[in-house]
């Protein structure tokens, strides 16, 4: 079945812990996102990647890092979690941004205490 | 960049009644709009879809109305039933590598008995 896969599906930790979110896609998809869902504000894009090794900041990109060293992978990397990082994370890919439509990973809720 | 508004936050509806959430965005070179179904504990969903050289988009119960001058965009239901309670988003996308989804903010819509 085709489908991007996010884990965990629930993480509570404390702040200045590292962790780290993983994501990965069985489609062969070039392009892959982060987005975070908050209350009011919708999905706000955090880094994206274009290919192997392509990674750029997206619109919230502070307090966080991604790495895309193959393609299926693109983990999403909290070196010092905040309170204000607590959110709803989704990971979306599709065949490229010029192509019509991303799929959604089931997300990742994050609590940091 | 890019910025999308959408409304209304929350919209209730009577079964079988029909259900309009609008958008406007800014960036007049953006080309694509996609509209997403969340539902609760998922990712969203790609529904339906509209490209700019075309003004209306239809499947089953769900359209998509595209008013290129004005920049808006707007998502009908009709018929509503009780599996269409979700949260939807709308989004923009201009054509070229560079370029992202721009997600607006949620529309939540409660379909009752």
């Known amino acids: 079945e085709a489908q991007v896969t996010q884990n965990p599906r629930y993480l509570i930790t404390v702040t200045g812990k590292k962790l780290t979110v993983t994501c990965s896609q069985n489609?062969?998809?070039?392009?892959m996102s982060w987005y975070r869902q908050d209350p009011g504000l919708g999905l706000r894009q955090i880094y994206y990647?274009?290919?192997?090794?392509?990674?750029d900041k997206g619109d919230v990109p502070e307090g966080y890092k991604v790495s895309r060293k193959e393609k299926r992978n693109f983990p999403l990397i909290l070196e010092s979690p905040s309170p204000n990082q607590t959110s709803l994370y989704f990971c979306?890919?599709?065949?490229?941004?010029?192509?019509?439509?991303?799929?959604f990973g089931s997300g990742t809720r994050l609590t940091v205490v | 960049g890019e910025n999308v508004e959408q409304h209304p936050s929350t919209l209730s509806v009577q079964e079988g009644d029909s259900a309009v959430i609008k958008c406007t965005y800014s960036?007049?070179?953006?080309?694509?709009f996609p509209w997403y179904k969340q539902e609760l504990g998922k990712g969203p969903q790609l529904i339906i879809d509209?490209?700019?050289?075309?003004g209306e988009k239809k499947d089953q119960r769900i359209a998509v109305t595209l008013n290129k001058t004005a920049k808006h965009f707007s998502l009908h239901i009709t018929e509503t039933q009780p599996e269409d309670s979700a949260v939807y988003f709308c989004?923009?996308?201009?054509?070229?590598?560079?370029?992202?989804?721009?997600f607006g903010t949620g529309t939540r819509l409660q379909v009752t008995l």
């Open positions: 979306a890919s599709s065949l490229g941004v010029g192509h019509r439509g991303y799929t």
């Open positions: 960036d007049s070179a953006s080309n694509y």
């Open positions: 509209i490209r700019s050289n075309v």
């Open positions: 990647s274009m290919n192997v090794e392509v990674t």
């Open positions: 489609m062969n998809h070039e392009y």
């Open positions: 989004a923009a996308k201009a054509t070229g590598t560079a370029s992202k989804l721009t």
